[in-house]
């Protein structure tokens, strides 16, 4: 089944979910234990033909990139050829730092070879064509990343201008003195928190030709690191970690109830972003909290939460992207379950390169090798007021 066909079947699921919430309603606005069962079906076919679309978009991106053709054509009039690349980026470095990692002895040639990423701490830093593949692994696992603004930094503190406080205009009377009224400046810095995890690969596995290490590696590398990130770039305390959104966002709306929410507050939670944020705004919460959200409709009898109906798109809630994140807190008395800003405020700085280390003796008893894979990594909110936040009355 195509990615449209599944498009058109979510849609109409959606559409037939709405009639029949408007119809199977009780007096007091509720569903029957059996109506809600039913609906709660529909509910689940959304959300697998939702999955099963991304996971084919995920695949078609796949397929175009290893469609990309590996060469370039022969030419009558062939250009010059290329620059040979140096240090992470060369073939041979690519070419040792595996050689490495799959030998348990290299030769002198290979370290030689290596020096250039070399690590303080033994490892090397993975070569630049795989930091890439790395990258988009980790986006790919990672909605903030996505969202975010990445930036790269090799040593030190990352120290950012912000505006703390804006200067303003004022009418000014004949003669009269101006009042002054300038900008405040602050300073925002990024440091660098260590994050790192343990692969492990039996020998017999890793001797085998066919076992492609470094696709597994980069694949298993993004799925646990792309997990830890967002939750630390969404819940941080900055501790360690990074500072998450939650932590510095700006207080938008406080539920009057510690277990629900209601349409107002929503609205209320988007006009509580200035309108120059709304712009480039989106909404982030969890499965569980949209599953809520999308039962609500507007005065006009409108659902709010809209399907998404072109490739690559995301879903809508009053206009504006929603995202899921399993990481954005449930709801309950005093959680924050629902975010809402321009994310491109949020600053992520990756430290140098990530680092594997091989590990040829703390796992020989079980005939494996281990794999430490580290990353330096820091990330804080630029600017408060482009995010808001919803908070559930404490109980």
Not at 154 to 165: H, L, N, Q, T
Not at 209 to 228: P, Q, T
Request: glycine share 6%; aromatic share 8%; no cysteine.
């Amino acid at each position: 089944m195509t990615i449209l066909e599944l498009r058109e079947k979510r849609n109409k699921t959606w559409e037939a979910a709405k009639a029949f919430l408007d119809t199977h309603r009780s007096e007091k606005g509720t569903l029957s234990a059996e109506d809600d069962a039913t609906y709660t079906k529909m509910e689940q076919d959304i959300e697998d033909y939702g999955r099963e679309i991304a996971r084919l978009e995920r695949q078609a991106a796949l397929d175009a990139e290893l469609a990309k053709p590996v060469g370039e054509p022969i030419k009558n009039t062939p250009s010059g050829a290329k620059p040979e690349k140096t240090g992470r980026a060369s073939d041979e470095y690519k070419k040792q730092f595996w050689n490495v990692l799959k030998s348990k002895n290299p030769v002198h040639e290979v370290v030689n070879a290596l020096q250039i990423g070399t690590d303080s701490e033994g490892g090397y830093l993975v070569p630049d064509e795989f930091e890439r593949t790395l990258v988009q692994g980790l986006e790919d696992a990672n909605i903030i990343r996505q969202l975010a603004k990445v930036i790269n930094t090799d040593s030190g503190e990352r120290k950012i201008p912000v505006v703390a406080s804006h200067g303003s205009a004022a009418w000014i009377a004949e003669e009269s003195a101006l009042t002054e009224s300038d900008d405040v400046f602050g300073q925002v810095t990024l440091g660098a928190h260590k994050l790192g995890t343990l692969i492990k690969v039996s020998n017999e596995l890793l001797s085998d030709s066919v076992f492609d290490l470094e696709s597994y590696m980069a694949s298993e590398f993004a799925r646990r690191i792309g997990n830890a990130e967002e939750d630390a770039f969404i819940n941080g305390n900055g501790t360690n970690k990074p500072t998450g959104i939650i932590t510095s966002a700006s207080a938008g709306v406080t539920t009057a109830a510690a277990s629900a929410i209601t349409l107002d507050e929503i609205i209320d939670l988007y006009h509580s972003l200035k309108t120059p944020y709304r712009k480039n705004a989106s909404f982030i919460m969890n499965d569980a909290t949209i599953k809520v959200i999308r039962k609500m409709k507007d005065e006009n009898g409108q659902y709010l939460w809209q399907p998404s109906v072109r490739d690559g798109e995301p879903d809508t809630l009053l206009g504006r992207p929603i995202y899921a994140s399993s990481y954005m807190p449930t709801i309950a008395a005093s959680n924050v379950p629902i975010i809402f800003g321009d994310y491109s405020y949020y600053w992520i700085a990756d430290r140098q390169g990530r680092v594997f280390k091989r590990l040829n003796e703390l796992y020989a008893g079980n005939d494996q090798t281990g794999f430490l894979a580290t990353q330096r990594v820091d990330g804080k909110l630029t600017l408060e007021e482009a995010v808001k936040k919803l908070t559930m009355k404490a109980s």
